[in-house]
């Protein structure tokens, strides 16, 4: 025998059972096919119904259905399949069998929205049948509130000593993001007011106030907060213009494109109108510019008063700031303000203050890399401006040296250094040098060069000869070593093996001998290198 948790076929749908039921009416109410005594011919929910629970959380009770047949008798052994809505569980499975009582039960889970939660139950029929369909209901609480959201109503823009025409709103939910309802938000503002400031979250978690803008045009913020919850305070931002008659209208557009930090190339006019559009000749407005979108600062003149015809005139905006786009905003008192279009603000020029380079110690005849850094007065890093810089050389070695662009800002200048000594390296961008320049770089003697290398030699006697040789040790470029720690050696025409020098920790090395030939023949060698001028004959 089956149990009565067993799954016996897929679920059934009422999809199907009402066409049937259609075509079965249609054959005439005497051939209308009724259940037999003892098949299933009803079903009704007889336990569970109505409850209330916390979302995601398991249901007191079990949802309880019976079965019967047309004479009201219990039913046993007939599937039962549950379906509840996306996210709820049924236990132990969405389809059980009915027992002797003609009952079977699930345990529900409440899916993890808040409301209203609808489970039908359907009877496997033997005779189609609406009757054998019934439906539970469920509502699921929210569960405690963790995070305040904004709902609605920012960014508005509205005239000054207004009401903003959408509400500000806040939504206070749980962890599955229902809305709560009794948490208390406070409303606070530093111009104009809310109305009213302390709002308690209604059933759908919103708690939401009216805004009402001060006398000055600009940007207007507001903050919800609700103690110990997520994302509080929550903030909000509007603009407020002034009333529409009289206004501002730019009748010149700033430069589309400009350089960060660079008067545009193209300055904003505007004209006072009066409320109809025609121009307003009126002396002595004064018309301040700030950003509108966008960050950063404005730099020139940015408050100008309107002449006799009511016009203003910029002469010296500059943007100051990162790239990126910007609108302007301009405002005066009782004036209707006026927005920009959109403003490119590419890198500025190079700064020699902002940028930076970076030198180490050089070695006679090896390449010395000059590393810099390039950027613009807000530090933003300058593609494409290697003819900007300068670099030169002054001190042991000189000269001007070439910078090669790196990518992302770097760029690199190279020389390679032929004397030892301090190099005082320039750099200069735009004529002006960098922080710390002249930068000094210690240039070492090169790796030891047996062609550099010269040997001093003496001779004193006439038939036992006393040799006395000192060898000075150089590298490459001809630079005295002045360090020790190279191999010289001595052979002799005619004597067996090699002498070894004594090193003298200076970059010299030297011997002294008793010969009998008159005329030797002395191969002097480096690291096993001939230095110049072997071999010698003193």
């Known amino acids: 025998m ?32 009724l259940p037999s005594s003892g098949q299933a011919a009803r079903i009704a929910a007889v336990g569970g119904n ?16 019976k079965v ?14 549950f379906v509840a809505p996306p996210g709820a569980t049924l236990t132990p499975n969405d389809t059980v069998v009915t027992g002797p009582d003609g009952q079977a039960a699930v345990h529900y889970t409440l899916a993890t929205a808040s409301g209203e939660q609808t489970i039908e139950a359907r009877a496997t029929p033997v005779v189609p049948s609406l009757s054998l369909i019934t439906t539970f209901s469920a509502s699921a609480e929210p569960e405690a509130a963790v995070q305040l959201v904004a709902a609605g109503g920012n960014l508005q823009v509205g005239e000054v000593l207004t009401v903003l025409p959408e509400s500000l709103s806040v939504t206070a939910v749980d962890r599955f993001g229902n809305g709560v309802a009794g948490i208390e938000v406070i409303w606070e503002v530093a111009d104009g007011q809310v109305t009213p400031d302390t709002v308690v979250t ?23 907060a609700a103690a110990a919850l997520e994302g509080s305070p929550v903030l909000f931002e509007a603009t407020g213009v002034p009333l529409p008659s009289p206004q501002l209208v730019l009748v010149t557009q700033a430069s589309s494109s400009v350089a960060a930090g660079v008067p545009f190339e193209r300055q904003p006019e505007l004209q006072l109108q009066d409320a109809v559009g025609a121009p307003l000749a009126r002396a002595n407005v004064a018309v301040t510019v700030q950003i509108a979108e966008g960050g950063g600062s404005l730099g020139g003149t940015t408050t100008v008063r309107s002449n006799a015809e009511g016009r203003v005139s910029f002469t010296d905006l500059a943007i100051r700031g990162r790239p ?35 030198v180490g110690n050089g ?12 950027k613009d007065q807000f530090g933003t890093e300058l593609e494409g401006a290697a003819e900007e810089i300068t670099v030169s050389v002054e001190g ?33 961008v735009n004529g002006t040098e960098l922080p710390s320049s ?38 490459g470029e001809g630079n005295l070593l002045r360090r020790g720690g190279e191999l010289v050696q001595i052979g002799i025409e005619g004597v067996e093996g090699v002498r070894e020098a004594r090193d003298n920790g200076d970059g010299t090395y030297s011997d002294a001998f008793v010969i009998v030939l008159t005329n030797p023949s002395l191969v002097i060698t480096l690291n096993g290198q001939e230095i110049s001028g072997s071999p010698y004959r003193p």
């Not at 109505?50 to 259905?65: A, C, E, F, N």
């Not at 009402?212 to 919800?224: E, M």
């Open 202 to 224: 209604g059933p759908d978690g919103r708690a939401a106030v009216q805004r009402a803008l001060g006398a000055r045009p600009g940007i207007y913020r507001t903050s919800a």
């Open 438 to 475: 002249p930068f000094v770089s210690q240039v070492a003697p090169g790796p030891a060069s047996a062609a550099t290398t010269t040997a001093q030699i003496t001779r004193a006697g006439a038939f036992f000869i006393e040799i006395n040789i000192l060898v000075t040790t150089r590298d």
């Open 396 to 428: 042991a070695n000189s000269g001007d040296i070439t910078v090669r662009e790196l990518g992302g800002g770097s760029y690199s200048a190279t020389y390679t250094p032929t004397v030892t000594g301090a190099d005082q390296i320039t750099v200069e």
């Open 363 to 374: 070695t006679a005849g090896t390449a010395t890399t000059v590393s810099i850094r390039l």
């Open 68 to 81: 019967t047949d047309l004479e009201d008798r219990p039913v046993d052994n007939v599937e039962v399949t």
């Open 2 to 33: 089956r149990s009565r948790t067993e799954s016996r076929r897929p679920p059934w749908r009422p999809t199907v059972l009402v066409p049937l039921l259609l075509v079965l009416a249609a054959c005439g109410g005497d051939e209308l096919l």
């Open 324 to 358: 990126g786009e910007r609108t302007l905003l301009f405002a005066a008192s009782e004036f209707t303000a006026a927005t920009s279009d959109v403003i490119e603000v590419n890198p500025g020029p190079p700064s020699a203050s902002q940028s930076s380079a970076s």
């Open 50 to 65: 109505g409850q209330t629970g916390i979302v995601g959380q398991p249901l007191r009770d079990s949802l309880v259905v």
